[in-house]
Every structure is written in C-alpha cells, then in structure tokens.
C-alpha cells in the first residue's frame, strides 16, 4: 500500500482546511486509514480513522464534531476536512494505513504504511 498526502498549508482560527490522502496498491478494501499528527516536541497523535470496506469511522476526543474524515471510491482517496481550526491543531498530519476492517485502532505503532507528512499551521 503506497499512500500520498496531500493539502494543509496555512490557515487562522476558525477555518477550514483539507487534507488528501491518496491510496494505491492491492486489497485496498481490506485496509483502515487514519490520519496523526506530531506537533513540535509532542508524540504522534492520533486523530481519525476509516475503514475502506465499510466506511465506520473513529475520531479523537480532540477531533469531534470538527474533523470528518470520508473515503472516495472513486478516487482512491481518504479525505479529512477540518472546520473551526484551532492553533493547537497545528502539526505535520501523516496518513497512515493497516490491513485490517476495523477503525478503531489508534495507536500509530499498529499501522504499517504512511504517506509523508503535511504541514498544518495555525494562527490565532
């Protein structure tokens, strides 16, 4: 599984921004997606994932209500629009992906592939 991101730059409080992550290679309906993310001097930090077979998903605490994390079939693609941005949601997000159908796996040790990171900056 080769995973691309895509989209952050920067943004103030209160926007919206979108994150791409474009997925490729075989059984991708086996696999979950979920985007981390690392801010300078912090852990990697879970945020949302999806399953690709049947689209369940799991956020964050910190991710609720803000971020909705989808999937496009036809683009082969897990998308994660954040709205009310905050200057704590600034980081480098990674997608990141694990075969298996269950979403609800949040540490980032238990998924095998990433993308590269993208930068996310937020001003207040």
């Known amino acids: 599984v080769q995973l691309q991101a895509s989209g952050g730059g920067l943004a103030q409080a209160g926007d919206s921004l979108r994150l791409s992550c474009a997925c490729s290679g075989h059984f991708l309906s086996t696999i979950t997606v979920a985007w981390f993310r690392q801010a300078p001097g912090k852990g990697r930090e879970f945020v949302a994932a999806i399953a690709w077979r049947d689209s369940r998903t799991t956020y964050a605490d910190s991710a609720k209500g803000r971020f909705t994390i989808s999937r496009d079939n036809a683009k082969n693609t897990v998308v994660l629009q954040m709205n009310s941005l905050k200057p704590e949601d600034t980081a480098v997000y990674y997608c990141?992906?694990?075969?298996?159908?269950?979403?609800?796996?949040?540490?980032?040790?238990?998924?095998?592939?990433w993308g590269q990171g993208t930068q996310v900056t937020v001003s207040s």
């Open positions: 990141a992906a694990r075969q298996s159908n269950l979403s609800h796996f949040t540490s980032h040790t238990l998924y095998r592939y």
